[in-house]
T-cell receptor
């Protein structure tokens, strides 16, 4: 079974631009979560989607948004990029979502975003 | 808010020896899940081991085992017979089993070096 895939793997943008990152979950997984990883803040939760519905959102500004499609693929969008948005963005998929009784989150390789 | 603390930013171990990574967490919930994830230089997060809080028995996965002390809110990872491939960042994570959460809360990580 193919793992979680994220595209693109690397991205360079300039301040003020917007960016869209994509995540394809493992086949059959309906939950997709997004995390931001930086050296200073570590891993921080962005949001989680299940069957096209956002169930939880982390403490990020409204510039960060996401969506999930009927095939469970997910995208996240960051508008008006700032230098501090430079990070590794990780996507994770699971059957039920974090905390499910038998669930495990599987992570993708991440998208490295650099904002200049 | 739930917090996860890893007090050892860096650790090293001789190849074939045993090392223990520490993790403490703070929660008022009684039912939850704990995880150890490994992130090698390739940046792909890999689940090492998972523990359900309602289970008294400590989880084991081959050379990896945990010491789960619920009352003390402690969840340490023991790696036996350390191998060069074990060198990585290790993250402790917590997830609620209750509805409405759907996120992993991570510690800051411990960088493990394995000395040949």
């Amino acid at each position: 079974k193919a793992g979680v895939t994220q595209t693109p793997r690397y991205l360079i943008k300039t301040r003020g631009q917007q960016v869209t990152l994509s995540c394809s979950p493992i086949s059959g997984h309906r939950s997709v979560s997004w995390y931001q990883q930086t050296p200073g803040q570590g891993l921080q939760f962005l949001f989680e989607y299940f069957s096209e519905t956002q169930r939880n959102k982390g403490n990020f500004p409204g510039r960060f948004s996401g969506r999930q499609f009927s095939n469970s693929r997910s995208e996240m969008n960051v508008s008006t990029l700032e230098l501090g948005d430079s990070a590794l963005y990780l996507c994770a998929s699971s059957l039920e979502g974090p905390g499910g009784s038998t669930d495990t989150q599987y992570f993708g390789p991440g998208t490295r975003l650099t904002v200049l | 808010a739930q917090t996860v603390t890893q007090s050892q930013p860096e650790m090293s171990v001789q190849e074939a020896e045993t090392v223990t990574l520490s993790c403490t967490y703070d929660t008022s919930e009684s039912d939850y899940y704990l995880f150890w994830y490994k992130q090698p230089p390739s940046r792909q997060m890999i689940l090492v081991i998972r523990q359900e809080a309602y289970k008294q028995q400590n989880a084991t996965e081959n050379r990896f085992s945990v010491n789960f002390q619920k009352a003390a809110k402690s969840f340490s990872l023991k790696i036996s017979d350390s191998q060069l491939g074990d060198a990585a960042m290790y993250f402790c994570a917590w997830a609620s089993s209750g509805a409405g959460s759907y996120q992993l809360t991570f510690g800051k990580g411990t960088k493990l070096s394995v000395i040949p």
